[in-house]
């Protein structure tokens, strides 16, 4: 199941409105209730599957993986990856409007087949393929780890490259002005995580791994 199989159950005029940014029409024409809708059934569901997922997790963890399933990056890639830009009704298109988009359809697919839209959400956004690891906070454990031995860890920008909608980034992380990582990412704070990881993976540091979990939520 995909976004597009839910744009195809959808009646007009629904189907036109979930398709309609509000920069293009009256704001009862558009988008925008929907993606209020859309936004609210997406965090409900992904963070019930968040949940069953991570059994040992606490409230923290889970909020973060939550957020990392439902940024809006993933949404607009997912989006993309559907060509929703192609058939998109806006004065622009760029990531912020194709995320929108995808939660209003969401929205307006449970509004016609509630089974439908969360059976799509379970397949899209899968907390089994989330990389936990990726979303600890490298910068705050190697501070911590530095700190015991009184020293102090600093980051620099070595580079920019990409188009503006998907910058890419690389960090360093230096420790008395010597190098001990460099990181790459989509934006500073990513690449500065990754810094930090590498990092602390010199430095011996590895994360627990996490036994799998089988999963069932019901619809």
């Known amino acids: 199941m995909s976004i597009k199989d839910l744009i195809a159950i959808l009646p007009e005029p629904l189907r036109q409105r979930s398709l309609t940014h509000p920069s293009v029409a009256d704001p009862y024409d558009s988008n925008g209730r929907l993606e209020f809708l859309g936004d609210a059934i997406l965090n409900t569901r992904v963070a019930e599957l968040v949940f069953h997922s991570y059994p040992e997790l606490l409230e923290g963890d889970l909020t973060r993986i939550r957020a990392h399933l439902v940024r809006k990056t993933f949404l607009a890639t997912v989006g993309r990856s559907e060509g929703l830009e192609e058939i998109i009704e806006s004065s622009v298109i760029n990531d912020s409007v194709i995320a929108d988009t995808v939660e209003a359809i969401l929205g307006a697919a449970y509004l016609i087949d509630r089974d439908l839209a969360c059976r799509t959400i379970d397949e899209i956004f899968n907390p089994a ?16 780890t530095l700190q015991a031995d009184g020293l102090r860890p600093t980051y620099h920008v070595l580079s920019k490259q990409g188009p503006p909608h998907r910058p890419s980034f690389v960090s360093e992380v230096s420790v008395e002005g010597r190098n001990v990582g460099t990181g790459e990412g989509h934006s500073i704070k990513e690449s500065e995580q990754a810094a930090a990881r590498t990092a602390l993976e010199i430095l011996g540091i590895r994360p627990v791994p996490r036994s799998a979990v089988e999963v069932h939520v019901g619809a």
């Open 129 to 144: 393929e989330v990389d936990t690891d990726e979303l600890r906070d490298w910068k705050t454990l190697l501070q911590e």
